[in-house]
């Protein structure tokens, strides 16, 4: 009797070690920790459409992080002399978090270069007194990255709603005129060649008198498609070979992400800062914890950093 009918066939991406033709999974190790992210919570004011971490005005999965949880971290670095020179800061919307100047002071004061991502609308305005005095004190120790999904307005609403452009192009000039030194993160979502994407944006930016080079790869950064789709290709051990990919460029090589579940009193450390809620990638509460190996067991490594050619590292 025939009994392979009635097996269910193997997932893809369900087993850390092995992919469905038996061949051993890639793994990452972490090389130092060069960056350390900081989930500042997911609330935003936003809804995109296709936001990897599902931010929006209701989701609170992640908890605002608190300036004493932030420190917390940065005195294990000191403590532990690890190689952390970068410190990046997500969400939802940064900006939206009750102690996100206090954070961000505490973060310079201590000597590292600070990456905030913002969509540059409302909630980051309304901090612009505590951004002009950090600005003041660090200046280019602190870089805002802005999302800005495309040049053509009407796509950049497309995934960010009606309504969402001007208000981001207003932050965006502010930042500009007060000489912070901005990023701006975009997307290759529409299929257009990269030339005629950074043609675009430096039209854009000339239009609007914006202080961002868009033939600098470091300060506009154009994002592949994070996607879940169970048909991609597991990473398997011989991709590196394969791909001409270098596993020490990983992002995971070189960062971790804390988060604070919600209702949980104490963060957690993930291996990455795409993957928030997978429990396969909580490393534990520490970063000494969190220093060990990850295995690339999921769709995100393969479609954004394998594949895709993705990083979320801070810019120098």
């Given at each position: ?7 269910a ?12 033709e ?17 989930n500042?919570?997911t ?8 936001c ?13 992080i608190?300036?004493?949880?932030v ?5 294990e ?35 590292f ?24 004190r ?11 999904d ?11 709603g009606k309504?969402s ?21 975009g997307?290759t ?22 202080a ?14 994070i ?15 394969t791909?001409?990919?270098?596993p020490d ?8 992400m ?7 009193q ?11 809620y997978?429990?396969q ?8 914890e ?19 050619g993705?990083s ?5």
């Amino acid at each position: 009797m025939d009994h392979s009918s009635s097996e269910a066939r193997p997932v893809k991406f369900s087993n850390p070690l092995v992919t469905v033709e038996g061949c051993p999974s890639a793994s990452v190790k972490l090389k130092c920790l060069k960056t350390l992210w900081f989930n500042t919570g997911t609330l935003c004011n936003l809804a995109c459409n296709h936001c990897y971490i599902e931010s929006s005005p209701t989701n609170d999965r992640l908890d605002f992080i608190t300036l004493r949880q932030v420190e917390h971290f940065l005195d294990e670095i000191q403590r532990e002399h690890l190689a952390t020179e970068e410190i990046g800061l997500t969400g939802g919307e940064p900006f939206l978090n009750p102690d996100i100047i206090a954070i961000m002071a505490a973060i310079l004061r201590r000597g590292f270069r600070l990456l905030v991502l913002t969509n540059a609308m409302r909630p980051m305005l309304k901090r612009r007194s505590g951004l002009l005095a950090l600005q003041k004190r660090y200046g280019n120790q602190l870089t805002i990255r802005v999302s800005i999904d495309h040049y053509r307005h009407e796509l950049h609403e497309q995934e960010r709603g009606k309504k969402s452009w001007q208000p981001m192009l207003d932050g965006l000039a502010w930042l500009s005129e007060q000489g912070f030194t901005i990023d701006v993160a975009g997307r290759t979502a529409w299929g257009d060649e990269e030339r005629a994407l950074r043609d675009g944006y430096a039209v854009l930016f000339k239009r609007h008198n914006i202080a961002v080079d868009a033939y600098d790869k470091k300060r506009l950064v154009l994002f592949p498609e994070i996607t879940a789709d169970p048909n991609l290709p597991e990473i398997t051990e011989d991709c590196w070979q394969t791909l001409n990919v270098d596993p020490d460029a990983m992002m995971c090589a070189s960062s971790r992400m804390v988060v604070v579940p919600k209702g949980e009193q104490r963060p957690t450390v993930m291996a990455c800062t795409l993957l928030a809620y997978d429990q396969q990638f909580n490393l534990g509460h520490s970063l000494v914890e969190a220093a060990g190996t990850v295995q690339l067991n999921h769709p995100y490594c393969a479609s954004f950093c394998v594949l895709g050619g993705g990083s979320c590292v801070v810019t120098e």
